[in-house]
Structures are given as C-alpha cells and as structure tokens.
C-alpha cells in the first residue's frame, strides 16, 4: 500500500520536472505557464498535472501544445523521475484558481 507520505513527495517531484520541462520546451514569450498542483492515483498508475495559463485565451493552445509533447515528456520523466513503472500523464487547465479568484472578486465588491 502506498502511503499519502510517498505520494505526496512524488506529486511534488513531478510538479517540479513538469514545471522545468514546461518552461523549456512548450513556454512562449508572453504566455505564464504555471504548475498548479499534482494528482497521483494511489496505486501510481494515473497522474493529472494542473496547470494555469496567462492570458487565459491561450489555454487551449497550450494544453495541444502538451499534447504533442507527451512522448518527450515521457522520455524527461523517465529520465530524472526514478519510479518502477512510470505512470500514465494526463494534462489539465486548473479551473479551481479561476474560481478562486471569482470569489475573492466578489468578496473584494461586497465590502
């Protein structure tokens, strides 16, 4: 069984390597590509990468830009992630940021 402890230290690893890769590899001038959080499955064979994109109308430019990318993100996580069985990645826009923010809007107006 894996403990929350392992999968804690993995999830901030591979936050760590997408973040290097990201920046490396898919950034463009005046595009913010942020890691926001990571998602392993317990049994370390799912991983969802969470990211946050500025401006927010380039988000889907860069999640297809990942996508062509994800046999050589694969290949870097091979590379400098040392697991057993390397799992499965899977890129996604946070939306929980962008409803963060909404609400610290909407608090901001109420006062």
Same mark, same amino acid.
């Given at each position: =069984?894996?403990? +929350?402890? %392992?999968?804690? %230290?993995?999830?901030?690893? $591979?936050?760590?390597?997408?973040?290097?890769? $990201?920046?490396?590899?898919?950034?463009? +001038?005046?595009?913010?590509?942020?890691?926001?959080?990571? #998602? =392993?499955?317990?049994?370390?064979?799912?991983?969802?990468?969470?990211?946050?994109?500025? +401006? @927010?109308d380039k #988000?889907?430019e860069?999640? %297809?830009?990942?996508?062509?990318? @994800? @046999? #050589?993100?694969?290949?870097?996580?091979?590379e400098?992630?040392k697991?057993?069985? =390397? +799992?499965?990645f899977?890129? @996604?826009?946070?939306?929980?940021?962008?409803? %963060?923010?909404?609400?610290e809007?909407?608090?901001?107006?109420?006062?």
């Amino acid at each position: =069984m894996t403990t +929350p402890k %392992r999968i804690g %230290r993995a999830n901030s690893l $591979i936050q760590g390597l997408s973040a290097e890769f $990201i920046a490396k590899n898919v950034g463009s +001038p005046g595009i913010l590509i942020t890691v926001s959080r990571v #998602e =392993m499955s317990s049994a370390f064979q799912e991983t969802k990468i969470f990211i946050t994109v500025w +401006p @927010k109308d380039k #988000e889907r430019e860069i999640i %297809r830009s990942l996508e062509s990318f @994800k @046999k #050589e993100f694969y290949e870097y996580m091979k590379e400098h992630f040392k697991i057993k069985y =390397m +799992p499965a990645f899977e890129f @996604k826009i946070d939306r929980s940021e962008t409803a %963060r923010q909404k609400i610290e809007e909407i608090l901001k107006k109420n006062k």
